[in-house]
């Protein structure tokens, strides 16, 4: 999704820059641009494609090599096509303001109408809007930027973060913040502006947040962050964020990586949650909601199965788009949301309106720094480090973890119990997994030749199932459904066919004779079968067209070796279909709008 940079320094900025947007990539985005102050005007370079079409097109104009201030953006398309004209920064008519802006703006339409007669408008976008209205204001004013940047904020509706250059203020980027993330960082000379912590790990591992309503003002020597007329101190805190962790480091693409970092994110995890097991207190509470978007949904839900079957939990698990518009009663119940950056936007919302309604926030969170983490009552890091692939992988398999172990914990079990001993092997059958991800591999070639898919799971493995299909669907671009293997007699039967390939989640557990009548089920109707079942097992499944094999383990765990075998077959088949794995098309790695 949409990303922000901006540096002020007594350096060379654009040296920054660049890396730095680079490192903006990974969220997933359409198009890029730059501003820069020169000769008294705003220069704007920004093209449609990637930052390497952006560097190109920088080296083809006469924007500066060098600069103190500068301001930089990648957009994710909402208002108007991916387009050079759409990208950001958008600038005022005289070109003295240069914009860039994540989220959305909602009423943009009805300032623009406003503002056309006098003002020509050159992109579809909301964000160009603030362009023009900071300059009517500059207009009407009292010709003072700040103040009609002020004003400009009071006049937009919507979630948003904003920073602007100008030549009016030179030397200064001002920032506002209104439910979309923003952080200062600390440089050696000067200060970065960023909508995303992980970017800007090798230049800094000190950050200021902004909250909600507050505007900054960042010059290379200082800032000043205010909400309303309220001057706002804040200290700055550290990210614990490691660089060689954000490095490819020899694997083709970052999702390969993060997938084979598993088996140690999972000892990281372990041992973090463990450490601090003794202090983890918990309010009381009658009933435990869990909230999430997407890949962390489907770690909810497994969740919700650990809670209720280890520690005999009342839970109930909810989209978080869904779960804001419900009117539910919150009181007397514990919302625990998970989320890798902290920073989705419906997750956020969610949490707020439980609190407000009297839930404390266990936050099950990646990135700490985010704002779940410091709107959190509880944090419990999934410490998987930083996750660059869109597809996340290795921060399921630490949301897993923790979740686990939560579970064991509000069960009343010590940190010595043997489902905790079982939790320590996990890390090295998942490691057994991918020694044979030869296997793997070459029955993913066979996957990519198909159109469709169905992921068949029960009890664990179902929720398994529904992440093995978002994986096969957001990499490799075939349809996948999952469904419990009970439900295909109700209804999806009627799709099997040889065209039809279906992936059956059936480790060895209290369901495995269950599934293997659903197997059958689907075989005889010509459907060809992939079956993932525990080392051993395979002699039951005959009928099967593929089987992969898993490590034993307890029927409970199931989910930490199957995920990885659904994982690396999504990411094999994508390889070989040839997509850009890290970076799927229409997709975001932070998802700042609801
Ligand atoms: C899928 C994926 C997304 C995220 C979802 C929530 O591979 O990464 O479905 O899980 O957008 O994001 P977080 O966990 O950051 O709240």
Not at 319 to 347: H, M, N, P
Not at 419 to 438: F, G, P, Q, Y
Request: overall charge negative; charged content about 25%; aromatic content about 8%.
């Amino acid at each position: 999704m949409c990303g922000i940079v901006g540096i002020t320094t007594n350096g060379n900025a654009i040296e920054i820059l660049f890396p730095t947007l680079q490192r903006l990539e990974y969220r997933g985005y359409d198009s890029a641009g730059v501003a820069v102050l020169a000769d008294g005007n705003i220069k704007i370079v920004k093209k449609q494609g990637k930052i390497s079409d952006l560097i190109s097109e920088v080296a083809k104009s006469n924007f500066p090599r060098y600069a103190k201030v500068v301001i930089g953006h990648t957009r994710w398309a909402t208002h108007g096509a991916p387009s050079d004209e759409n990208a950001h920064p958008h600038s005022d008519c005289k070109s003295k303001i240069a914009v860039v802006h994540n989220g959305i703006i909602e009423n943009y339409l009805e300032l623009k109408r406003r503002l056309i007669p006098k003002h020509n408008f050159r992109s579809e976008t909301d964000t160009e809007v603030i362009a023009h209205l900071i300059e009517e204001n500059l207009e009407l004013g009292s010709g003072d930027f700040e103040s009609a940047f002020l004003n400009s904020v009071s006049q937009l509706e919507g979630a948003f973060a904003i920073a602007a250059i100008t030549s009016y203020a030179s030397g200064k980027i001002m920032c506002a913040r209104r439910k979309a993330p923003l952080v200062i960082g600390m440089l050696n000379s000067g200060f970065v502006v960023s909508s995303d912590v992980p970017s800007l790990i090798p230049i800094t591992d000190k950050i200021v947040p902004l909250e909600d309503g507050e505007i900054a003002i960042i010059e290379p020597n200082n800032f000043t962050i205010r909400k309303g007329e309220v001057l706002v101190k804040r200290e700055a805190v550290s990210i614990a964020l490691d660089v060689q962790k954000a490095e490819k480091g020899g694997y083709k693409y970052f999702m390969q990586k993060e997938i084979f970092e598993q088996p140690k994110v999972v000892e990281d995890t372990i041992s973090a949650f463990l450490s601090q097991w003794d202090e983890i207190a918990f309010p009381p509470y009658k009933k435990i909601i869990v909230t999430a978007c997407g890949t962390s949904y489907h770690a909810g839900l497994l969740g919700k199965l650990w809670l209720e079957t280890i520690a005999k939990e009342n839970v109930e698990v909810d989209y978080a788009s869904e779960l804001r518009y419900k009117d539910k009663d919150f009181s007397d119940s514990l919302v625990v949301a998970i989320s890798q950056s902290g920073e989705t936007a419906d997750t956020l919302e969610s949490v707020r309106i439980a609190k407000e309604g009297g839930a404390k926030l266990v936050a099950v969170v990646n990135i700490l720094g985010s704002t779940l983490s410091r709107e959190a009552d509880i944090v419990l890091h999934t410490n998987a480090g930083p996750e660059i692939g869109v597809a996340a992988t290795k921060t399921f398999i630490s949301q897993l973890t923790v979740l686990f172990l939560l579970s064991l914990k509000l069960g009343g079990l010590r940190k010595d119990s043997h489902l905790v001993s079982e939790l320590r092997r996990i890390s090295e059958k998942i490691d057994k997994v991918l020694r044979k991800a030869d296997s793997i591999e070459s029955v993913a070639k066979e996957v990519a030749e198909f159109r469709n898919a169905l992921y068949l799971g029960r009890w664990v493995s179902f929720p398994v199932s529904l992440e093995g299909a978002l994986k096969l669907k957001e990499i490799a671009y075939i349809h996948a459904e999952a469904y419990p293997s009970g439900e295909m007699k109700h209804g999806p039967l009627a799709l099997v066919s040889p065209e039809m390939v279906a992936v059956f989640v059936m480790p060895k557990d209290r369901v495995f004779k269950k599934n293997i009548s659903n197997l059958k089920e689907v075989t005889a109707r010509g459907g060809k079968a992939i079956s993932v079942v525990t080392e051993g097992m395979d002699k039951e499944v005959e009928g099967s067209w593929r089987v992969l094999q898993t490590p034993e383990t307890l029927e409970i765990l199931t989910p930490f070796v199957t995920t990885p075998v659904l994982q690396l077959l999504a990411y094999y088949a994508a390889d070989y279909l040839g997509y850009n794995i890290d970076q799927p098309r229409n997709l975001a790695k932070s998802v700042t709008v609801e």
